[in-house]
């Protein structure tokens, strides 16, 4: 059953565990109010989608509540023609929705599947193994500085920045692959630096980072100094690339795993015993930043 | 797992299906932005649960995404204390959660299991059978309006008025116990004329109401006239009681089943082949009503 009754009935199959994410994305907080519906539609759903693929998990459900100050047509069919053709290219059900009026603000669910003892835990880190991301960091972070008029980037670059901005794409292929290579994951929404400390506090062990190792675009690199690139990286937001630790006797079956998908990743640095914390070296040596990591109570 | 890593890990047992219900409450719309959290916190998950009660479901997780206009400690506190002995009573574990900035409003999803083939949908009626609500309509309507300073409610009556309006209480164990009895259900949400109307459409039939039958409660009665009774517990909303229909056959089955969970309910009509709507009687005679249902899209 789908929408329409008072609830959505699901089946999950035997030996599979249900894993269930959701968030909610508030204008003004998360997005401009004037967001572009057919991005804000897609971002709102891959947001969610992103917290299966750090998971492992196969998409399969999603509910959508949207909160909107007055019943705009127009807005509503662009919105989700961008949510919708997300949905469909991961094969993932709407069951369930809830609209109602309100300053716009919209909370998705999204449910997958995992086969029993699968799913990429924050807690599974070891000591010696390689720390890696997929894709390239900051770009999302460059685009709100952009948008705010802070930064400027190059005309040859501004669509791909844009888009890394608005169109953040969820890694669901990677995680599926690397659900018996990585010993954890997480996704990167909140930056690397806070994001990962996760991972060091969950796994009880320190984290070491490379900066030459992390991988900035070319629209990065031509926008800003290789300082300012690392700040963005490492504090800016809405990456939604996986995080992930990998034991070096599995790097020959990560390297297929991820060629075998197309998914680009870097090995950034290293898991030690120590103090739950992620420590920064440059050529060497100790490196500090000044920011922290994104906070959404923060206006954009 | 439950909230900390990207997802919470479910585990539905063999031979069942996954029930889920997702419902945003928004301040100014839904409730008063002064309401009592301890009394809104009840109420958020309340009204899931009622959902969840509609289908006849074992209530088992519950996610809540928090939208706050800044951190006050004492305003969540109060409300999680409401939020939470709710989900104790009924063994809700939280497996999820999301707190932004922003307007305040509140959206929670409840997950809940039930035996496959079970599920009390809209669509199971069958001519001739009974149709019943359990416990007395209004109400909640009735302490919106002594609210708004429309209606005098008589001192003796205000808090029961003001309980029902504020802390309903969703029919979980007779939305179980109803299982194998009814042919279909929903809660009322949006008032019985437009609720009911719902299962006509799903059904393929019209159903027949005797406004005589509708039960009152004393504070109703004790406050307005008979028929401003009767528009209030046919187009109020928010009563969250059950509307349900059962074959003449499992009347004695249906009178056993609620005894033992100690549910007051009553017959208040009939369906009967026809185009599908709801038909409202007098002593006999057709009877007309001015509004039609609750519209969330008015503010309160």
């Known amino acids: 059953m789908g929408p329409g009754d008072d609830c959505a009935l699901l089946q999950v199959p035997p030996n599979t565990l249900l894993a269930v994410s959701t968030d909610t994305l508030v204008s003004g907080v998360h997005f401009f109010a004037d967001m572009d519906p ?13 917290d299966l693929a750090a998971m492992g998990a196969d998409p399969c459900w999603v509910s959508l509540a949207l909160t ?55 807690s599974g880190a070891q ?7 997929t894709g390239t960091l900051g770009d999302a972070a460059l685009g709100l500085q ?10 040859a670059h501004k669509a791909f920045v844009r888009n890394k901005f608005e169109h953040p794409h969820p890694r669901i292929l990677a995680g599926q692959a690397l659900r018996d290579i990585a010993t954890s994951a997480l996704d990167l929404s909140d930056g690397l630096m806070g994001d990962l400390a996760h991972i060091t506090r969950a796994s009880g062990m320190r984290a070491q980072i490379e900066l030459e190792q992390i991988p900035l675009s ?17 504090t800016g937001g809405d990456d ?26 870097t090995r950034i640095g290293r898991m030690f015993t120590g103090i739950p914390d992620v420590e920064l070296l440059l050529e060497g040596h100790p490196y500090q930043l000044q920011s922290q990591s994104w906070d959404h109570f923060r206006q954009p």
Chains 1, 2 share one sequence.
């Open 38 to 50: 057919t991005a804000l539609g897609h971002k709102a759903l891959a947001v969610n989608l992103s």
């Open 68 to 122: 909107l100050p007055e019943v705009d047509e127009e807005w509503i069919k662009q919105f989700c023609a961008g949510f919708f053709e997300l949905a469909e290219y991961y094969n993932v059900a709407l069951v369930g929705g809830d609209m109602t009026k309100g300053p716009l603000s919209i909370t998705v669910s999204v449910k997958g599947t995992l086969p029993e003892g699968k799913g990429l835990k924050r």
């Open 127 to 133: 000591v010696g193994d390689g720390i890696y991301v």
């Open 146 to 155: 952009k948008v705010l008029g802070n930064i400027t980037v190059p005309e």
């Open 218 to 234: 070319a629209a990065m690199q031509d926008s800003v100094s290789k300082e300012q690139g690392w700040e963005l990286a490492l």
């Open 240 to 265: 939604y690339e996986l995080c992930f630790t990998v034991p070096e006797l599995h790097r020959g079956q990560l390297e297929m795993a991820l060629a075998h998908c197309g998914v680009k990743f």
